[in-house]
């Protein structure tokens, strides 16, 4: 018989695990966890055969019925196809396609404009700590060559980084384009909270959490949206209470890099 309970493999604070929790709390799932936090390079802590359900190594990561399933946002699909009662995508086809398309930024550049920004702020104190030794370690065995080469240039330059202003800048594009269409509508795509707003929330929080909510709180319109998200009892579930163990390291660096920042932000 086949298992229909969901698992999920995640972590607290990743972006890309928030967005899966707070649709399966938005959906009132049942499901077990299972933390792989291999974000301070303890590739140690990474389950056997875990390239078998992710070939990148990468969480999230759901399984259902032997199945597993990668890549958040296709997650998220998966989770409306095989749950479908309470549903998040619109009804109607252009609005579904637009909802797609807010989506879809997040795997064209932003997620990794995100990546950029916490590994030039914060993460590459946090590997420098753990000596040489560790860190070759970790990028040895990362298979998204991207991430591999972009995170080498992070690390040793942070915020002189050549690739901190166009991160800095793919999100001034992105919140002010959101602050747009929000100041026509309640939501990202059609008239509903959808899997757009989910996918896309945990970077203002993520940014947030730099310190650097300053260069966007005249947005307000995104910002009334964010607050409108952060208020719903799923958001609390499946982002606040899980909690982020780095949250003090990314308060201490954000403030010590906020004039770089701001500046690298105005452009
Ligand atoms: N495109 C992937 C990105 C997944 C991703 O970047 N996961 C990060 C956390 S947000 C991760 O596994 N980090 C582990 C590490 O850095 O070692 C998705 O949307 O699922």
Not at 25 to 43: A, F, Q
Not at 52 to 70: E, Q
Request: proline content about 4%; aromatic content about 8%; hydrophobic content about 40%.
């Amino acid at each position: 018989m086949s298992d229909r309970t969901l698992t999920l493999y995640h972590y607290d604070r990743s972006t890309a695990a928030q967005r899966v929790r707070l649709l399966i709390e938005e959906k009132g799932i049942d499901w077990t966890s299972v933390i792989v936090d291999t974000s301070r390079g303890d590739i140690d802590d990474l389950p056997d055969n875990y390239h078998a359900l992710n070939p990148k190594g990468l969480i999230p990561v759901v399984v259902r019925n032997g199945r597993g399933i990668a890549e958040s946002n296709v997650i998220l699909d998966y989770l409306e196809d095989a749950y479908p009662e309470t549903s998040f995508r619109p009804e109607n086809p252009e609005d579904r396609a637009e909802m797609r398309l807010w989506m879809r930024r997040i795997d064209d550049g932003v997620h990794v404009a995100s990546r950029t920004i916490g590994v030039c702020i914060v993460n590459r104190h946090i590997y420098l700590e753990q000596g040489a030794e560790k860190l070759a370690r970790y990028h040895a065995q990362m298979r998204d060559l991207v991430r591999r080469d972009n995170d080498a240039v992070n690390i040793e330059k942070g915020l002189e980084s050549p690739l901190l202003p166009g991160a800095l800048q793919t999100f001034r594009t992105l919140f002010e384009q959101m602050n747009a269409r929000l100041s026509r509508h309640d939501w990202l795509a059609g008239d509903a909270y959808s899997l757009a707003d989910i996918a896309l929330v945990v970077y203002l929080r993520r940014m947030e959490s730099f310190q650097m909510s300053p260069l966007w709180s005249h947005m307000t319109h995104l910002t009334d949206w964010y607050d409108r998200i952060a208020a719903r009892p799923a958001y609390k579930a499946a982002i606040v209470d899980w909690g982020d163990i780095t949250r003090a390291k990314r308060t201490e660096h954000g403030k010590a890099a906020f004039d770089t920042i701001a500046r690298l932000w105005e452009g």
